[in-house]
């Protein structure tokens, strides 16, 4: 499940994320949309707040993605 997804689902802002998450709301904006990743220990708490529905793969996989769709 992407960010987005599970966010969209629990009806989370960008600033109620950040808070459960302990970065700025940007930051989530940037995670959410594949744009940046996160560095481990913020991957850590996404997982730990999203009770390991949002993971590692599911976000790399959405950066990546976003990655090429830039390149394009």
Same mark, same amino acid.
């Given at each position: 499940?992407?960010?987005? +997804?599970?966010?969209?689902?629990?009806?989370?802002?960008? +600033?109620?994320?950040?808070?459960?998450?302990?970065?700025?709301?940007?930051?989530?904006?940037?995670?959410?949309?594949?744009?940046?990743?996160?560095?481990?220990?913020?991957?850590? +708490?996404?997982?730990?707040?999203?009770?390991?529905?949002?993971?590692?793969?599911?976000?790399?996989?959405?950066?990546?993605?976003?990655?090429?769709?830039?390149?394009?």
């Amino acid at each position: 499940m992407t960010l987005e +997804e599970y966010m969209e689902r629990e009806n989370l802002t960008d +600033e109620a994320m950040a808070k459960k998450i302990g970065v700025t709301r940007s930051a989530v904006s940037y995670y959410r949309s594949g744009k940046r990743m996160p560095s481990v220990l913020t991957m850590h +708490e996404i997982e730990k707040a999203t009770k390991h529905e949002v993971t590692w793969d599911c976000m790399s996989k959405r950066w990546m993605l976003e990655r090429k769709n830039l390149s394009v």
